[in-house]
């Protein structure tokens, strides 16, 4: 029986519910200050948040766990590999030098850790059938889950497209074991999931983003590089100062990254 997976959309990290049979999984959150909307986008799904037996965080940067201690505190329990113990605060001094949001440290003693050779059995007490896997690439406590029905979320790790600009390295080592377990659908952590037996490369946009937009990409990354601050990016380019935040956003927190997987990771498809 192939589990319900929900998208729970509501900023700009994906987050999935995964719906097993005694329980469900939520994987991912979003920046801090997001909780609310979370919550609306839960009800929208016709979901509750307090229903969520367990969280899973892909890894520990702000853009994936910056909700996750209050979402907690509603019901859910956090739930971490081993290798990610000692990153669970990894992103509490970012949050701490921003004074817009409110953010709450995860609680450690409320955190139930699990080795990555328990997983399957960790899994199985919600009714999903699966494997979590250390997936390093993109962090070092990067972790992904691929579930037998083949659904395989893979959080900030590199697109499968983008795997030619990372010969030789961690992130090519990773795929071509996560490739070995078969899996049919990659959900991506900031990019429409792909299937993988219609579009193998689990491409997205292809050539469909106008020149222009390309060019404005790369000047904005230019700027990014000279540590000019986002306002004056957009007086002068000219773009949306929410554009060059998403621009900038995707290129400091994903090294290597391509423009086509900037455009990719920000749906800029129809915009």
């Not at 994987?27 to 509750?48: N, P, R, S, V, Y």
């Not at 409320?110 to 059995?121: L, Y």
């Not at 078969?182 to 469909?208: E, I």
């Not at 007086?235 to 997987?261: C, I, L, N, W």
Request: glycine share 8%; aromatic share 8%; hydrophobic share 35%.
């Amino acid at each position: 029986m192939t589990d319900v997976i929900k998208e729970i959309r509501y900023g700009s990290t994906n987050t999935y519910l995964i719906k097993g049979t005694n329980g469900s999984i939520l994987f991912d959150t979003g920046w801090a200050g997001t909780l609310q909307a979370f919550c609306h986008a839960m009800g929208d799904a016709g979901e509750k948040v307090q229903d969520i037996s367990f969280i899973l965080i892909s890894h520990y940067h702000p853009d994936h766990m910056g909700i996750v201690q209050e979402i907690a505190e509603m019901g859910p329990r956090i739930c971490a590999a081993d290798i990610q113990k000692d990153h669970i605060h990894f992103s509490d001094r970012f949050f701490a030098r921003d004074k817009k949001v409110s953010f709450t440290p995860v609680k450690d003693e409320n955190v139930r850790f699990f080795t990555i050779s328990e997983s399957r059995a960790f899994l199985k007490e919600t009714g999903i059938d699966g494997e979590i896997l250390a997936t390093p690439g993109h962090s070092d406590d990067s972790i992904s889950l691929l579930l037998d029905s083949g659904e395989l979320f893979v959080g900030d790790l590199n697109p499968l497209y983008e795997l030619e600009l990372h010969k030789g390295t961690q992130i090519e080592t990773t795929w071509n074991m996560l490739l070995a377990g078969s899996p049919r659908k990659v959900y991506y952590g900031h990019a429409p999931a792909a299937d993988l037996k219609t579009n193998p490369l689990g491409r997205l946009l292809g050539n469909s983003a106008p020149n222009d937009i390309y060019a404005l990409v790369k000047k904005i990354t230019r700027f990014v590089d000279k540590g000019i601050s986002k306002e004056i990016i957009s007086q002068k380019t000219g773009a949306d100062t929410a554009f060059v935040e998403d621009v900038t956003r995707m290129y400091v927190t994903h090294p290597g990254v391509s423009v086509q997987g900037i455009l990719d990771r920000i749906e800029i498809k129809g915009k």
